[in-house]
């Protein structure tokens, strides 16, 4: 999933840290994207860098600092939020126990 669809929504803005949190929020709500595949692969990015991401997108302010931090506080908000609506890992089913 590629980290540009995250940067979008702070194209023109010169402090992008101040919408990490509703663009978690936005994204949280959309039911065709891979919301932990997308939060690996930003912190994959962030831990390993392979490119610049002021240079993925068309930035009116490409400030790189500014946009690494963005994805690090998007990345944290966004794992908040499925926390709220997940909050324990999924285990799997033993079907024996349940036909006693």
Not at 6 to 24: E, R, T, W
Not at 41 to 59: A, C, G, R, W
Not at 69 to 83: A, G, N, P, V
């Amino acid at each position: 999933m590629p980290i540009s669809l995250v940067l979008y929504g702070v194209i023109f803005d010169q402090h992008p840290i101040n919408k990490a949190k509703i663009i978690a929020q936005q994204l949280s709500l959309r039911d065709d994207i891979d919301l932990a595949f997308l939060i690996n692969n930003v912190e994959e990015e962030l831990q390993n860098p392979t490119q610049k991401v002021s240079n993925i997108l068309d930035f009116v302010y490409p400030n790189e600092t500014e946009l690494r931090s963005y994805l690090k506080i998007f990345t944290e908000e966004l794992r908040k939020i499925l926390m709220l609506f997940n909050p324990l890992p999924l285990l799997p089913i033993n079907h024996e126990h349940l036909n006693e």
